[in-house]
């Protein structure tokens, strides 16, 4: 069993930032990808952003240069930064991860997500 548990959702205001966190429990081998993505009311989930577990990141282009994606594979949490807030940004955001599994010699790759976290532009 594995938990995505994430935090740091709220109200925000023009120009205002929020960080996220979302911390991975449970039986975990490692975690491969960690993501965040969103989904506004009437629209599909997108994605936002997503980092290996070296530390390589992808951004949607819409976030690009005001959203910031970092991990801590010791806490296996991964965070988001978001500055520069905009009423487009309003959306749950949802965290994801690709963990593996190992029980003996066999290892299984699954995709978890959390249970998502509002983030409303407040004018």
């Known amino acids: 069993q594995v938990q995505l548990v994430e935090s740091g959702g709220g109200l925000v205001q023009a120009g205002g930032s929020l960080r996220l966190s979302c911390a991975a429990s449970g039986s975990i081998f490692s975690i491969n990808d960690m993501g965040w993505y969103r989904q506004a009311p009437g629209k599909q989930r997108e994605l936002v952003a997503v980092i290996s577990r070296g530390g390589r990141t992808n951004y949607a282009d819409s976030v690009k240069g005001r959203f910031a994606i970092s991990r801590d594979n010791v806490k296996n949490t991964v965070y988001l930064q978001m500055n520069s807030l905009k009423p487009e940004d309003t959306a749950v955001y949802y965290c994801?991860?690709?963990?593996?599994?190992?029980?003996?010699?066999?290892?299984?790759?699954?995709?978890?997500w959390g249970q998502g976290t509002q983030v409303t532009f407040s004018s």
């Open positions: 994801n991860a690709d963990i593996t599994h190992r029980a003996g010699y066999d290892y299984r790759n699954y995709d978890y």
